[in-house]
């Protein structure tokens, strides 16, 4: 079984500080992990994913994140907060090597960022 | 190139009636699958569907059902609906046969039970 953590429900950042989500997963098997992000009123968005290769990953609108596998964590990162950047955001995995993968990815409960001026 | 369409968005329903969901995905995407949001329970599984074939399906009771037309075109449909069936339902398209495709959604369509 997979399952995702994400520290803090709630984050509030200033517009140009450092925005840091944190995301802890567990699986039994080699993960992909991906981050979305939703808007009020739509849908999830792909940042970013990792797969396999280089475990910095970047995304888009300035965000990446780092696959650390000794501490099963994936945390998203951006250097300079912006207005836009208040959202939901969600981390998710998926397993690697199984037909029950198909089409599900298990989600965090979401972080919800608040930019302030 | 058209993103993954639902409809409706928005629609309020009272108990014990059904309703059907639609979600036409991403041109040449074959394969999508269906989530439900609530506030409560977060992003839930609810099934995938592949040329027309359920593949997978999450955890939920028989009243949650879907299927997929040759078009790749998918509908979902609940029946006897309750009040905890209020949801924002998400669908979700995938280029690929892979399990860990890179899904696209739709923004999905928010479903009020009264």
């Known amino acids: 079984a997979q399952s995702v953590t994400q520290l803090g429900s709630h984050v509030s950042v200033s517009e140009g500080a450092l925005v840091l989500l944190r995301c802890n997963y567990s699986?039994?098997?080699?993960?992909?992990l991906f981050w979305y992000v939703q808007y009020p009123n739509q849908g999830l968005q792909l940042l970013l994913k990792y797969t396999t290769g280089a475990t910095l990953v970047k995304g888009i609108n300035g965000f990446e994140a780092e696959f650390k596998k000794s501490e099963t964590s994936f945390h998203l990162t951006k250097p300079s907060a912006h207005m836009s950047d208040a959202a939901e955001y969600f981390c998710a995995v998926t397993s690697t090597m199984t037909t029950d993968s198909w089409g599900k990815l298990q989600f965090g409960a979401g972080t919800q960022v608040v930019v302030t001026p | 190139k058209a993103g993954v369409t639902q409809t409706p968005r928005y629609l309020i329903k009272t108990r014990g009636q059904q309703v059907t969901l639609s979600c036409s995905p991403i041109s040449g995407h074959r394969s999508v699958s269906w989530y439900q949001q609530t506030p409560g329970q977060g992003l839930q599984f609810l099934f995938e569907y592949f040329s027309e074939t359920q593949r997978n399906k999450g955890n939920f009771p028989g009243r949650f059902s879907g299927r997929q037309f040759s078009n790749s075109r998918s509908e979902m449909n609940v029946s006897t609906l309750e009040l905890g069936d209020s949801a924002l339902y998400l669908c979700?398209?995938?280029?690929?046969?892979?399990?860990?495709?890179?899904?696209?959604f739709g923004e999905g369509s928010r479903l009020t039970v009264l």
């Open positions: 979700a398209s995938s280029k690929t046969d892979a399990p860990t495709g890179e899904l696209f």
């Open positions: 699986s039994s098997v080699p993960p992909y």
